[in-house]
């Protein structure tokens, strides 16, 4: 069992940054691929990005690529997204969540999620 709490979200302008942070319980975070996802008003919840236990297979969809780091310190059992020049389209509820083997794209293959946590970018 993994529980996710994610923290980190708030107003922003855009251009601005914000770092998203997920923190898990349990003793085997560390075995776990963790993704990020997000959800806008009146849409379907949408992959953002992914890493895997050990940090060198890392996936993000193209809208963020090169504005957004996913990366993980296994030590203190938590992931972060790094948000950089934030766009008022990345306003949305991001999850982390968590599955065991290889990156994946589709939420159907995380195991578990968090509640989320609001990013708004304001124009």
């Known amino acids: 069992q993994v529980h996710l709490v994610e923290s980190g979200g708030g107003l922003v302008q855009a251009g601005g940054s914000l770092r998203l942070s997920c923190a898990a319980s349990?003793?085997?975070?560390?075995?776990?691929?963790m993704g990020w996802f997000r959800q806008a008003p009146g849409k379907e919840r949408e992959f953002v990005a992914a890493i895997n236990w050990s940090a060198d297979n890392i996936y993000y969809v193209d809208s963020v690529n090169g504005r957004f780091t996913i990366s993980r310190d296994n030590a203190k059992n938590t992931v972060y997204l790094q948000m950089n020049s934030l766009k008022p389209e990345d306003t949305a509820v991001f999850y982390c969540a968590a599955k065991l083997g290889r990156p994946a794209t589709t939420m159907s293959q995380y195991t578990y999620w968090g509640q989320g946590t609001q990013v708004t970018v304001s124009s």
């Open positions: 349990g003793r085997t975070f560390s075995s776990y691929t």
